[in-house]
């Protein structure tokens, strides 16, 4: 089955203290995306990559890191997290070209930092 | 800059009734107009698209109506089921696709009330 796998679904943590959630996708597709999606504020954009070791930021890239090393995972690193970063988050994967553009999105992942 | 505008915010329909979604954007480069629908717990999933080579799209009771001079395009729910209770959000990218950067709108929670 097509999808893209995202971990943890829930986390609490503490303000300060590094994490890390994971992404990975089965369709070999070259593009993928954060996002983090706030009440009011829509889905906005952290960061993308374009293939392995290309990253790009998005709209609102502060606070976080990302690193694409094999195709199919594109991990999303808080080094020191902070209140302002409880949302919650998605990765979506796509693949290149004009045909077949659909992006595909994992579960989400709710992050809450006190 | 907020550069894809989406209205309204939230939208009560009867049943059977029409649903409308307007978005408006500012970048004359985007080329690739998607609709996404996401249900409470789970992420986005691509609900119909166009591109501005034509000027409606169609698919069973949901069209995309394109309007590139005025730099507007909305989504129309026909025949409005309490199944399509979901929020909606519009985007926009350039280079055809989804890859790469995607630019959504705020989102619209539709009701519909049975």
């Known amino acids: 089955e097509a999808q893209v796998t995202q971990n943890p679904r829930y986390l609490i943590t503490v303000t300060g203290k590094k994490l890390t959630v994971t992404c990975s996708q089965n369709?070999?597709?070259?593009?993928m995306s954060w996002y983090r999606q706030d009440p009011g504020l829509g889905l906005r954009q952290i960061y993308y990559?374009?293939?392995?070791?290309?990253?790009d930021k998005g709209d609102v890239p502060e606070g976080y890191k990302v690193s694409r090393k094999e195709k199919r995972n594109f991990p999303l690193i808080l080094e020191s997290p902070s209140p302002n970063q409880t949302s919650l988050y998605f990765c979506?994967?796509?693949?290149?070209?004009?045909?077949?553009?659909?992006?595909?999105f994992g579960q989400g992942t709710r992050l809450t930092v006190v | 800059q907020q550069q894809v505008k989406q209205s309204p915010q939230s939208l009560i329909v009867q049943k059977g009734g029409i649903s409308i979604i307007n978005c408006a954007y500012e970048?004359?480069?985007?080329?690739?107009f998607p609709w996404y629908q996401q249900f409470p717990g789970k992420g986005p999933a691509l609900l119909i698209a166009?591109?501005?080579?034509?000027s409606e799209k169609k698919e069973g009771r949901f069209t995309i109506s394109f309007n590139k001079s005025a730099k507007q395009f909305s989504l129309h729910i026909m025949d409005s089921q309490p199944g399509d209770s979901a929020t909606y959000f519009c985007?926009?990218?350039?280079?055809?696709?989804?890859?790469?950067?995607?630019?959504f709108g705020k989102g619209t929670k539709l009701s519909v009330k049975p």
């Open positions: 369709m070999n597709h070259e593009y």
């Open positions: 985007a926009a990218s350039r280079y055809g696709g989804s890859q790469g950067n995607l630019i």
């Open positions: 979506a994967s796509s693949s290149r070209g004009r045909k077949n553009t659909e992006a595909f």
């Open positions: 970048n004359t480069a985007f080329d690739y």
């Open positions: 166009i591109r501005p080579d034509v």
């Open positions: 990559s374009m293939n392995v070791e290309v990253t």
